[in-house]
């Protein structure tokens, strides 16, 4: 058994972004994402891990593969591997959800996309 508080845990910067809540010793990687105001999270994809997200506060674009999704608390939404997903808060209020990436990995398997709303979307395998 392991046991852990959100409080004992640090932003990745400072006020918000990603915190893990895991410690690399179960199959999944957990943890809470706060993204501010007019925040956004670069457009990445996962080589070999699903993420899913279950929203606890506020409101938050996302694109998911070019279409959007409005995420409200009490919303869950799953990316399959591969499928390439882009934050943009434009509320006046943080938003703060739980993320899951399973399976866990010993490496970071994120690609970068250079795309943002209002671009043409094209698939990459």
Same mark, same amino acid.
């Given at each position: 058994?392991?046991?852990?508080?959100?409080?004992? &845990?640090? %932003?990745?910067?400072? @006020? &918000?972004?990603?915190? %893990?809540? @895991? !410690?690399?010793?179960?199959?999944? !990687?957990?943890?809470? +994402?706060?993204?501010?105001?007019?925040?956004?999270?670069?457009? &990445?994809? &996962?080589?070999?891990?699903?993420?899913?997200?279950?929203?606890?506060?506020?409101?938050?674009?996302?694109? +998911? !593969?070019?279409?959007?999704?409005?995420?409200?608390?009490?919303? %869950?939404? +799953?990316?399959?591997?591969?499928?390439?997903?882009?934050?943009?808060?434009?509320?006046?209020?943080?938003?703060?959800?739980?993320?899951? =990436?399973?399976?866990?990995? !010993?490496?970071?398997?994120?690609? %970068?996309?250079?795309?943002?709303?209002?671009?043409?979307? =094209?698939?990459?395998?």
């Amino acid at each position: 058994m392991r046991l852990t508080n959100e409080n004992k &845990h640090e %932003y990745r910067f400072g @006020t &918000h972004g990603p915190k %893990y809540l @895991t !410690d690399g010793t179960s199959n999944i !990687d957990m943890g809470i +994402v706060v993204i501010t105001p007019n925040e956004e999270h670069p457009c &990445h994809k &996962h080589t070999q891990q699903e993420e899913s997200f279950l929203a606890l506060e506020g409101e938050c674009d996302v694109w +998911v !593969d070019g279409k959007l999704v409005v995420l409200k608390a009490g919303d %869950y939404l +799953v990316c399959a591997e591969g499928e390439a997903h882009f934050f943009n808060n434009t509320s006046s209020q943080p938003f703060k959800a739980v993320f899951i =990436k399973a399976p866990r990995l !010993d490496f970071k398997d994120s690609v %970068y996309i250079d795309w943002r709303p209002g671009q043409e979307f =094209k698939k990459e395998n």
